[in-house]
């Protein structure tokens, strides 16, 4: 494409050699060469970029932090739609707890803006994280025991879809499209705005609780037990971390998120984790909600992290004796466990595009380090996910490195495939917004 045509765009045009470039040319962890990026100051020039990129058949990737696992928010040759200018955040009504967000807005500016009006919205971990990519891929943040996933908390939002449309999704308005966006990712169109609903809560008690490393098995095991029993205001995970160095690896951290100030109430839920073991330390403090958000991490140059996950209908010892065990041999490779459940396991497995909703865990691991140290315990690694697939079903879209055909199955149960796929043939029959967890259009 010409360059005069790349001038034709009402955003910020960034090419090869502008000072911004190298920047937003690159993901969290990808590179990319892209032709043109196109930083979109308002809807309109987003409406612009769609047309200009379906019209000249581009490879389209769309950009909100940067933190795509995959890499889909950059490519080679093609254009990048940067949605950072986009990054508003507005109380719409403070008693109500309704918001307006813009998809180019980080957890971290959306967290710092509430925590004044006492409001929180369940999100992931990361302070840079893009609002755009991690809401339309569900949101399994610190709150979901308590409020669900992020799209469980979802009112409306501004599309622009493949034809360059402008529209507006809620449980009214084009509700089949709404449908869709809340766990199909960005395949439909280019969430520019949220309408959402976020919940009055002036802190949280989160912090970690260490456990002897040789103890793993029965801590994990005795946590299983403990958090089916947990009040939904619980969420916790168990981190198992590999040796980075000569003195073996660290011991087992479970950390927990209660979703309130009560520190009666908060003791008493946690208590049962506190008993699982000698406790090395407890860090387990009260602090605004806004406080837990952690990063950025960057990864060490010449380390591209190989993260994969599957979710756990029933956590069960043999899964549990897998998991302290195998990954011993795979080298720079941290395991969680996160704890989910609760009112996740509350909405019907139709009402959303995520369907994954008789889970009580997700199972992730990262291979680490440089390629060629990852490639040495490629084979030990993908023997640990053969091990563990019969014990689980499903995965997580946001949490995958490496998408294929076969991820797509394992991101959306057949039935939510076949529904999206409708809706794809409808909204984007040429598979304009490809780059992701792509779903083809239906035949």
């Not at 790349?6 to 060469?33: I, N, P």
């Not at 696992?69 to 739609?81: E, H, K, R, W, Y």
């Not at 959303?352 to 084979?379: C, N, Y």
């Not at 917004?433 to 259009?441: D, H, L, M, S």
Request: negative net charge; glycine residues 10%.
């Amino acid at each position: 494409m010409t360059n005069e045509l790349y001038d034709t765009l009402s955003g910020t045009v960034v090419r090869a050699g502008d000072e911004d470039y190298a920047r937003l040319s690159k993901t969290f962890a990808h590179t990319g060469e892209p032709a043109a990026i196109v930083r979109c100051h308002s809807p309109a020039d987003v409406q612009q970029a769609v047309r200009l990129a379906a019209d000249n058949d581009l490879v389209l990737s769309i950009r909100s932090g940067g933190h795509s696992n995959a890499g889909f928010s950059t490519n080679d040759g093609g254009l990048v739609i940067d949605l950072s200018p986009l990054d508003g955040v507005e109380v719409l009504d403070a008693a109500e707890g309704t918001v307006r967000l813009g998809a180019g807005a980080t957890w971290e500016t959306v967290a710092d803006t509430l925590t004044p009006h006492g409001l929180a919205f369940t999100a992931g971990d990361s302070k840079p994280v893009g609002v755009g990519g991690l809401l339309l891929g569900a949101g399994i943040g610190w709150m979901v025991r308590k409020y669900g996933l992020s799209i469980d908390n979802l009112l409306a939002a501004e599309l622009v879809l493949a034809s360059g449309e402008l529209v507006r999704v809620s449980s009214t308005e084009r509700p089949d499209l709404f449908w869709a966006i809340r766990g199909g990712g960005g395949n439909f169109g280019i969430a520019v705005a949220f309408e959402v609903q976020a919940r009055h809560l002036d802190g949280v008690h989160f912090g970690p609780i260490m456990f002897p490393r040789d103890l793993a098995a029965d801590v994990v095991k005795g946590w299983a037990r403990a958090m089916r029993a947990a009040p939904p205001e619980l969420t916790s995970t168990i981190n198992l971390l590999p040796a980075f160095g000569p003195d073996g690896p660290p011991p087992v951290m479970i950390r927990v998120c209660y979703a309130g100030t009560d520190a009666d109430a908060a003791a008493k839920a946690i208590e049962p984790i506190r008993q699982l073991g000698p406790v090395l330390s407890d860090e387990v403090k009260a602090m605004p909600y806004a406080d837990i958000l952690e990063g950025p991490f960057p990864a060490p140059p010449g380390w591209s992290p190989l993260i994969r996950n599957v979710f756990v209908g029933t956590l069960s010892d043999e899964l549990v004796d897998l998991v302290t065990t195998r990954p011993a041999k795979l080298g720079l490779f941290p395991v969680e466990l996160r704890w989910i459940g609760g009112a996740l396991n509350d909405v019907p497995a139709d009402a959303t595009a995520f369907g994954h909703r008789d889970i009580e865990v997700m199972l992730s691991g990262v291979s680490l380090g440089a390629p060629d140290a990852q490639l040495a315990v490629a084979a030990d690694v993908k023997a640990f996910w053969d091990a563990v697939g019969p014990l689980t079903v499903g995965a997580y879209g946001n949490f995958l490195t490496h998408v294929d055909e076969a991820s797509v199955r394992d991101v959306y149960p057949p039935a939510t495939l076949a529904r999206l796929a409708a809706i794809k043939r409808e909204v984007d029959p040429t598979n304009l917004f490809r780059r992701n967890v792509n779903i083809q259009p239906a035949v």
